[in-house]
Each structure stands twice: as C-alpha cells, then as structure tokens.
C-alpha cells in the first residue's frame, strides 16, 4: 500500500546511485522529477487510460498521479522497484476517482452496464474503422468492472488476491470478472 | 471424478477454472479431450488463451498533449501556507517591479557561498561515519519574527531537530515539518525568481542541486544503515540547510 505508516521515520532510497533522478526527486528537485516523469509518463497513462476508458480524463488522472507521487516520494521507502511503487499509485488514482465513477453510475443507469454484460457490444457499441477491432479498442468499450479486473490481470500482471484487495472484492469474484471480460473481448475481435 | 467425455456446456463452466489452472489433472485431461474432439470448444479455448498473451504485449499509449507543464505548475504550489507568507504575498503587487540594490545583492552572494561552502563540505563527509556529528554550524539563522509590520515578516526559524536516537518516535512529524516548510518556500523562491537576475539565479539553482544531492545522499546512506544517529544528522543538517537557503531567497527582494 501506499499509505505511510509510523514505520515510515525516514526515507530510505536504496539504490546503486545514490543520486538517482528518483533519489533526487524524493529530495526535491524538480528536474530530476522532470525526468522521472519523462522516463514514466507512457507507462503511466497507458494504466489510466486502459483503467478509465476515457482518454480525455485519463490525460488529468496521469498529471494527478505524478502529482500525487511527487508528494509521496519522500515516503518512497524502496521496498518495491520504484516502477512498481508508481504504477500501483496510478492504479490508485484511478479507483479514488470521483468523475470516473460518477460516469459509470450513469453508464449503469442507462443499462449498458455491469451486472449483465450480454448487449456490451450491441447495435451501438464497437467502431467499424476496421474489420476486426483490436483489442485496445475493445478493452475500451469492456463494462467497468470487467475492464478493470481484465486490465490489472492481463496486462498489468497483478495476481487476483492484489486485485480483490485494491477493488474490494473477493478473489473469486476477482476471477469471474476476468473469464466475463476475456469471452466479451474474444466476442467483440470475431465480429 | 468420471470417465465420461464432457459436455459443450460442463466445458464452458469448467473453462475458467482451467485457464486459471484451478483444475486438477484429471478434470484438465478431460477438459483437453473435449477440446480435441470439438471444434467449437477447440476455438474457444485457443481464442481465449491468446488474449492474455496479447493483452500483455500491448504497446504502451502516448498523450495527446505535453502533460508536464501543468504538473510542475501543481508541485509548486505551497502545500501548506505559513503565517506570514499570504501576508507577503498580498503586499507584493504582481504588476510592481523589484529592484535589487548592489548592497541586497551582494549580501546575498555572501550567504549563498557560505552555504555551498558547508554544504560542499557536508556532501564531502557524506559516507564517512566516523566524523563527528554536528561539525557543520548552522548556518545563518533567521532572526525572530517582527511583530512591526513596517519591517520584513520573517518565517519562523526552521525546525531543527536532531533526530539521532534509534528509537526516532517523532520522526514522521519531522520530515513532514520540513517537506512542509520547504514546498512552502520553495513556491515564494519560484515566485521570486523571475524578479532576480540570472547570474543571480544560476548560483540559487546550482546550491539547490547541491544540497539535492547532499539530501539524497543521505537518504542512500541512510539506506544501508537505518540506525546510524550521524547519518539523521547529516540528512536534517542538509534539510535545514535547503530550508535556510531558500528562505535566504525568499527574502532577497525584500531586503531594499
Ligand atoms: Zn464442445
């Protein structure tokens, strides 16, 4: 988690350079930070979109998240790589965000939400730019809760335990969210 | 569990459970001879075991647009205003130029090779934990804050804390005092800058990077030896010396 703990006295940056850009930044340097940013931003917008599905928002969720992780770096403890440390912040970002849930409320009310994802790729749904939609496309349109679980299992790697505890769910329910995702995506890249 | 071939839809329910290889081997052997006899369930199973495979080479996306520049615009804003330093703000009409006297400037290149002096000096030492703590003075303390509104308002001293006993219980206080105190004056100092001359600004950044490094150093040595009561010392001397220069900028116009 990201959360300090009392343990968190001091900042330990244990790294080879002792001035890493990243120790640098924990330090307060904003050039450094800069270039932290530059090394990162890709990676970290790729996450917000994919988790969000909305380019626009997730360009304000990235600039959120490294503000966020310009605050946090001094309590970076190294535990983790700081990738790692990064991107799970992003997630983060992303599922305390109110403008994201507040569209998938209203998503939901208009009935082409979650809990039944049957007509996800209806009459309305996929773009017919090509013949085959790719996958980025279709992770897109995914319900949310699908989405999300699809995106930090299948290309962020994060085991079904990690993401029950991030999205307050059960692990099981973790899995079910996954199979529904991969059979919708399978569905929308054979029409 | 049985012999008996399985169905399209016991291979449907099971699938998940399989590629989660949640199965055990016998129910996976008769999941995979169902596969190899039907060709509906065959595709499936292909299809579905290659998305994972693609999801994870998918290419990372890019911006429409720089996103920094708004970002650097938010780390620099104060995190927590001081008493005083609104007081300061609102006094400074933005339309108003500075001018800096030769005497401002001058006294302020003597503070600024001071602390690259002892700053230089604490980067060096950084590593050797034999020297003895405290050998760097602190350098140019600020003086108590003036009621008379007539004269400058002078931040409050920083938060000098030797925090060199292992147990460190205020610890976490301390280092927010300090990120606190110095996002604070590090937005006055951004302010400030555009009022200063280059050279002027050239040496503040060049001392910042500086004691950035000495920081950073101390947090690395820190690292590798948590429990060392000198490397707290050196890490907070090197804090409080960021604190002391920057609040040393921060009130460089104003000293007329
Ligand atoms: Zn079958």
Request: negative net charge; glycine residues 4%.
């Amino acid at each position: 988690m990201l959360t300090a703990t009392m343990e968190d006295v001091v900042t330990t940056i244990p790294s080879e350079e002792p001035t890493s850009d990243v120790a640098l930044a924990a330090a307060g340097d904003r050039q450094a930070f800069e270039r932290v940013y530059r090394a990162n931003v890709q990676r970290v917008f790729s996450i917000c979109v994919r988790m969000c599905g909305d380019r626009g928002r997730a360009e304000e969720l990235t600039q959120d998240a490294f503000v966020r992780a310009w605050e946090k770096l001094p309590l970076f403890r190294g535990e983790s790589a700081f990738s790692t440390w990064l991107h799970r912040l992003a997630v983060n970002v992303v599922l305390n965000d109110r403008k994201v849930l507040g569209r998938e409320r209203a998503r939901a009310a208009n009935g082409d939400d979650d809990e039944d994802g049957e007509a996800l790729y209806g009459a309305s749904a996929p773009p017919s730019h090509a013949d085959r939609m790719d996958l980025e496309a279709a992770i897109e349109l995914l319900p949310p809760g699908a989405r999300r679980v699809f995106v930090l299992h299948d290309v962020e790697g994060y085991r079904h335990e990690e993401i029950a505890e991030m999205l307050g769910v059960t692990s099981g329910g973790s899995k079910a969210q996954l199979h529904r995702a991969r059979l919708l995506l399978r569905e929308a890249l054979n029409r | 569990m049985t012999n008996r071939p399985l169905t399209c839809e016991q291979f449907d329910a099971a699938l998940s459970d399989y590629l989660e290889n949640a199965l055990d081997p016998a129910e996976r052997t008769a999941l995979e001879s169902h596969a190899s006899t039907c060709d509906r369930c065959r595709a499936l199973l292909a299809e579905l075991s290659a998305i994972p495979t693609e999801a994870g080479a998918l290419h990372d996306l890019e911006p429409s647009r720089d996103l920094w520049p708004a970002i650097a615009q938010r780390i620099a804003a104060p995190v927590v205003a001081l008493p005083g330093a609104a007081a300061r703000r609102e006094r400074r009409p933005s339309v108003r130029p500075w001018y800096l006297t030769p005497a401002s400037l001058a006294a302020a290149a003597a503070v600024l090779i001071a602390v690259t002096a002892s700053v230089t000096a604490l980067a060096i030492r950084t590593g050797r934990t034999s020297a003895p703590a405290g050998a760097v003075a602190a350098n140019n303390p600020a003086p108590a804050a003036q009621p008379n509104d007539s004269q400058i308002d002078i931040p409050a001293p920083a938060p000098r804390v030797t925090n060199a006993s292992a147990t460190r219980p205020n610890a976490v206080p301390v280092q927010e005092v300090y990120a606190r105190e110095i996002a604070e004056l590090d937005s006055i100092v951004r302010d400030q800058r555009s009022h200063l001359d280059t050279s002027t600004v050239t040496v503040i950044e060049k001392n910042l990077h500086i004691i950035n490094q000495a920081i950073a150093q101390s947090r690395a040595a820190l690292a590798r030896d948590p429990n060392s009561g000198f490397l707290h010392h050196q890490l907070n001397d090197a804090l409080n010396q960021k604190i002391s220069l920057l609040r040393t900028v921060a009130l460089l116009p104003a000293r007329t």
